[in-house]
T-cell receptor, first 115, second 113 residues
């Protein structure tokens, strides 16, 4: 079984400041890693994913995440946030082996960008 | 592009009532899922269907049943609703390959009074 820990439930940050949302996972097998974003009253949308290869992955709207196998982390970063980035962010893992194909989610981090 | 469609969007039930949440996807995905979202707990898997004709329990299956009606549709039934089932319910689908992401519906906000 795998688990995901998002260390911060709420992160307030001023517009144009950098932000890091932390995610640590636990799994007995190798995993794929995902970040999803949820805007108010909407479903979840994929932000970015790590499957293999380069440990740094980027999204089209300026977010990036780095897979660190030794620290079992997949932190999400953005060098300069906008008001429109206000949303809840979920880290998720999926094991490469085993009977389960489902995603296991963290508890979420509410990012609030202040003017 | 419809993607994953859930109905209804909102529902209020009295304790003991039953209802079925409907979900349909038009992406020809094999796998479908039902999650519930509660504050501070993220999304927890209720049931999933890896392929048409199969269903399996997730993390929190008690009080729920599911039916994979065909490849497109996956319904969630509450036989006797309880206040603890007040939540936002999300249906999702994905391709069978493990390296693909899940696509989510807009959610159903259910209140049991």
């Amino acid at each position: 079984a795998q688990s995901v820990t998002q260390l911060d439930s709420q992160v307030p940050v001023f517009e144009e400041a950098p932000v890091e949302l932390r995610c640590n996972y636990s799994s007995s097998v190798s995993v794929y890693l995902f970040w999803y974003v949820q805007y108010p009253n909407q479903g979840l949308q994929l932000l970015l994913k790590y499957l293999s290869g380069s440990t740094l992955v980027e999204s089209i709207n300026g977010f990036e995440a780095e897979f660190n196998k030794s620290q079992t982390s997949f932190h999400l970063r953005k060098p300069s946030v906008h008001i429109s980035d206000t949303a809840e962010y979920f880290c998720a893992v999926r094991a490469l082996r085993g009977s389960a194909r489902q995603l296991t989610f963290g508890s979420g981090t509410q990012l609030t960008v202040l003017p | 592009n419809a993607g994953v469609t859930q109905t209804p969007k909102f529902q209020v039930l009295k304790t003991g009532q039953s209802m079925t949440l409907q979900c349909a996807q038009d992406m020809n995905h094999n796998s479908m899922y039902w999650y519930r979202q509660d504050p501070g707990m993220g999304l927890r898997l209720i049931y999933y269907s890896a392929s048409e004709g199969t269903t399996d329990k997730g993390e929190v299956p008690n009080g729920y049943n599911v039916s994979r009606l065909n490849k497109r549709e996956f319904s969630l039934r509450l036989e006797s609703a309880a206040p603890s089932q007040t939540s936002v319910y999300f249906c999702a689908s994905s391709d069978t390959a493990m390296n693909t992401e899940a696509f989510f519906g807009q959610g159903t906000r259910l209140t049991v009074v």
